[in-house]
């Protein structure tokens, strides 16, 4: 019979104002299983956007502080509560915390099954802490541009992490993708990447560059990850007919539109949570996209590892990253 332990080292958050005070880094008591929940030994858990943003209080969630900080990993399935079917002890998986749970910069944490991924063999653990949030983004993100037949991507904030995925995914797809970045050395990172159309958003002639070159590739369809100026300026420039899913907010800005393009001009600007997709596609075309990002993670959804960090150092790691995006992924590895 498996030993739960009774704590393990966690990252909490106390506040949710984003300062190094409220980041602290302690023994947490494990949360008893409930009869769907499994106990992960947590190998590594990545940063996100999403959580420098939950930290501060701005995400879509907020959780009862104190609370565990993380919201994706990967481990070892160590205990399982009684009505669990999909996963067993000893299953090497990726994972996400639960909205109201545990968080996984931490030694274990408690989820649901549901938030597990059984990790195929020739998936690392390494690489199956960044399995769950951007490989699955970037599916559901252009299989709206493969089901809605559009002709290829604009994509905002394309020297990410899930940016590059876009590209090289939806190269396999056959659809070309226009990248729009913030600085020069972004443009060259993605052009030595092999990406074809890279725009810098604050060059002079890129209202006129970008323009032209949507309308000679007839796109229709926008990812934005930045919302504010960058996301508005994208979305006015597209053409009549086109849509536009919002799924970041970089920027931390509103983003406005005008009744006349959502009128006359027939756009449309929706949102995408990546929980909401996982719920509302069909479990065997889930099951198919999860087959293929896992096979290919080392390739089309590779996510670069730039620093990995014990649990120790918590706001340090956090505020690295904060400073370092586009040069990587921080993990820790408790
Ligand atoms: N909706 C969902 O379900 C979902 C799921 C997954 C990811 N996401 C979103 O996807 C986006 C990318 O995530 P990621 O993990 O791939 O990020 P990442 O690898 O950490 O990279 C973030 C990138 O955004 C750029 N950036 C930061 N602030 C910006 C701003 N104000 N304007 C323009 N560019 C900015 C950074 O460039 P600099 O070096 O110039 O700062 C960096 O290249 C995030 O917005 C994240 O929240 C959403």
């Known amino acids: ?60 969630i907020k959780k009862k502080i104190p609370c565990g900080g993380g919201f994706e990993g990967s481990g070892t399935i160590v ?21 109201m749970g545990d968080g996984s910069w931490a030694e274990y944490m408690v989820t649901p099954e549901y938030n597990c991924i059984p990790l195929i063999d020739k998936v690392t653990l390494e690489q199956g802490a960044t399995f769950f949030v951007n490989p699955l983004t970037a599916c559901g993100l252009t299989n709206i541009a493969i089901k809605e037949k559009r002709n290829g991507i604009v994509q905002t904030a394309a020297a990410s992490a899930l940016g590059k995925m876009i590209q090289r995914y939806a190269k396999r797809k056959g659809l070309p993708v226009i990248n729009i970045v913030r600085k020069d050395e972004q443009v060259d990172l993605l052009k ?7 725009l810098n958003s604050t060059s002079p002639d890129f209202e006129k560059t970008f323009t032209r070159l949507v309308k000679k590739l007839e796109i229709t369809y926008a990812i934005d990850a930045v919302a504010g100026k960058t996301g508005e300026d994208v979305y006015n420039m597209m053409p009549t007919n086109s849509k536009m899913v919002v799924y970041g907010a970089l920027s931390e800005e509103p ?13 449309k600007v929706e949102g995408f949570w990546l929980s909401y997709w996982i719920a509302d596609t069909p479990p065997d075309e889930f099951t198919a996209i999860v087959q293929d990002a896992q096979e290919n993670l080392s390739t089309d959804f590779k996510s670069e590892i730039n620093k990995r960090f014990s649990l120790d150092d918590g706001f340090k790691a956090i505020d690295f990253y904060k400073n370092n995006m586009t040069s990587g992924k921080v993990l820790f590895v408790p």
């Open 1 to 60: 019979m498996t030993t739960i332990p009774e704590t393990g080292k966690a990252i909490e958050l106390i506040n949710y104002d984003g300062i190094e005070t409220s980041i602290r880094v302690g023994q947490r008591k494990i949360s008893p299983l409930k009869e769907s929940d499994v106990l992960v030994k947590i190998a590594a858990s990545s940063i996100n956007p999403s959580d420098l943003m939950f930290i501060r209080g701005l995400y879509g």
């Open 79 to 99: 205990a399982v509560g009684s009505a669990v079917t999909k996963v067993k002890v000893g299953d090497r998986v990726a994972c996400s915390a639960h909205y």
């Open 192 to 198: 030595s990447l092999g990406s074809e159309h890279v």
């Open 255 to 267: 983003i406005g539109v005008t009744a006349g393009s959502l009128i006359f001009q027939r756009k």
